[in-house]
T-cell receptor
Framework: GESVGLHLPTLSVQEGDNSIINCAYSNSASDYFIWYKQESGKGPQFIIDIRSNMDKRQGQRVTVLLNKTVKHLSLQIAATQPGDSAVYFCAESNNNAGNMLTFGGGTRLMVKP | GAVVSQHPSRVICKSGTSVKIECRSLDFQATTMFWYRQFPKQSLMLMATSNEGSKATYEQGVEKDKFLINHASLTLSTLTVTSAHPEDSSFYIC?????????????FGPGTRLLVL
């Protein structure tokens, strides 16, 4: 069935470096994407979102890139900090499903001091 | 911003007992609430969608008689795990939204860790 998945289950980066977390999706009807951060034992925390009419969106230290041609999106974190260590999930939605979300498999980001 | 709470945050129970988990939207009225289950090192899996005043819609493979959902008010939804067994041990997360409309933001609760002995 349709799914949202990730390429890398674990990403280890040095503090101060940039991080790139990737996500592939298969539902061609997906038109709204969200990145979440989840710390251990906590609920998901919204980071940034992007709609399919855009290919890039920037926030504070984060950038999301969307490539609809290959059904791929990425989350870039600039100057990664120890507090960025968490599991990151992408989620997708489409207007046929209301505001229901389908979550990807998650990538654990480990920041080395 | 919108705040969603869950209670309890952690619960340990004996096999065969029932456990109730509450999800509350603290500063907004949530017509729609979602219940997710997350096993260790896995993603969030949607269990059911509840709309205030109506029956919940369960995802395929989720037993509605085992996971009872009640959404009796615009600020409270409850998930009752009936006759819990060790395989029900998981992290249960709820989210709340103003409506089920496309693009309506889901605000997530902090989760409830359930351990069934």
């Amino acid at each position: 069935g349709e799914s949202v998945g990730l390429h890398l289950p674990t990403l280890s980066v040095q503090e101060g470096d940039n991080s790139i977390i990737n996500c592939a999706y298969s539902n061609s009807a997906s038109d709204y994407f969200i990145w979440y951060k989840q710390e251990s034992g906590k609920g998901p925390q919204f980071i940034i979102d992007i709609r399919s009419n855009m290919d890039k969106r920037q926030g504070q230290r984060v950038t999301v890139l969307l490539n609809k041609t290959v059904k791929h999106l990425s989350l870039q974190i600039a100057a990664t900090q120890p507090g960025d260590s968490a599991v990151y999930f992408c989620a997708e939605s489409n207007n046929n499903a209301g505001n229901m979300l389908t979550f990807g498999g998650g990538t654990r980001l480990m920041v080395k001091p | 911003g919108a705040v969603v709470s869950q209670h309890p945050s952690r619960v340990i129970c004996k096999s065969g007992t029932s456990v109730k988990i509450e999800c509350r939207s603290l500063d907004f009225q949530a017509t729609t609430m979602f219940w997710y289950r997350q096993f260790p090192k896995q993603s969030l899996m949607l269990m059911a969608t509840s709309n205030e005043g109506s029956k919940a819609t369960y995802e395929q493979g989720v037993e509605k008689d085992k996971f009872l959902i009640n959404h009796a008010s615009l600020t409270l939804s409850t998930l009752t795990v009936t006759s819990a067994h060790p395989e029900d041990s998981s992290f249960y997360i709820c989210s709340a939204a103003l409506s089920a409309s496309y693009g309506e933001t889901q605000y997530f609760g902090p989760g409830t860790r359930l351990l069934v002995l």
